[in-house]
């Protein structure tokens, strides 16, 4: 089992910045790369932030800050990875988007360096299919926001090997989190179960059977859930359930996975949740107020 020094992150939105983070402060020298200089500047604000939040609560000292701000390199360039043990890709959820990332990682990193992807729903096999190294390659599906949530599904494709598992598994025990297994089928465990629940949700939107705040209330005091669904769809982004929903529907060939229209439409008007200002819910003001 090869040591792990350096972990690269692709993708410096809200997945990529999480995992960025939890590395730096398990003590990794981290590399984190976006395709957009932006994001990567907004990117390292949130960790700043993310970790100012930490240190107030006790969590982490600022020396432990400092120091784990001081690991992170950024760069758009794929270059960066140069030296990276393990890569894990962070970035949007889109296969061809995916698999070109991949095919520019493999020819920057370490032949040794092991790959592994964030997707919340692809086929982990196909993904690792378009590299030179389906061995070394592996699911980790991190949970947002990552600094908080406590699990990491772990996700091995048709030829990832024992080592690589190995790997992964003494990396998510030195970053704090704990694992569950889930075997490579559309969206793996989690996002089995709970993207269904978020698209009937939007389902009983687009109906007409409650409004935003009545379908939220009632599953957060009815269902007991900590916030409703259509607050969690904005808080994931709608571009990514979308996403989810068009792989269960695709990979399943069941029609209880279509997509509603009503998250398609949300989608194609750029309103993606949270992360664009905009979602079920309108984020300009003070207190989030119900787009309908
Ligand atoms: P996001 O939109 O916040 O961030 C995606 C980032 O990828 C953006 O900063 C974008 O600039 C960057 N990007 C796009 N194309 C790129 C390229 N060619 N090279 C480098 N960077 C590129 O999305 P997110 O919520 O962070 O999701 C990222 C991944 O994590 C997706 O695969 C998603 O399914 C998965 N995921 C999301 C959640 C969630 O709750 N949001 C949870 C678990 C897993």
Redesign the pocket.
Known sequence: MADIKTVGV?????????IAHVCALAGYDVAL????G???E??VATIEQNMSRQVARDLITPDDMKAALARIRTS?E?SVFEASNLII??????RE??E??FE?ICAVAPRDAYLA??????SITRLAAATDRPEKFIGL??????PLMQLMEIIRGLATDQDTYDTALAFSQRIGKTTTNAEDYPAFI??RILMPMINEAVYTLYEGVGSVEAIDTAMRLGANHPMGPLTLAD???L??CL??MQVLHDGLADTKYRPCPLLVKYVEAGW?GR?SGRGFYDYSGDAPVPTR
């Open positions: 692709v993708g410096a939105g809200q997945m990529g910045n999480g790369s976006d395709i957009s932006d994001a990567l907004k990117g758009t794929l890709e962070a970035a949007s959820e889109n988007l995916k070109k990332i520019g992807t964030n997707t919340s729903s692809i599906h991190f949970m947002n926001p990552v989690v996002n808080f994931i982004g571009d990514t996403s989810i993606l992360k």
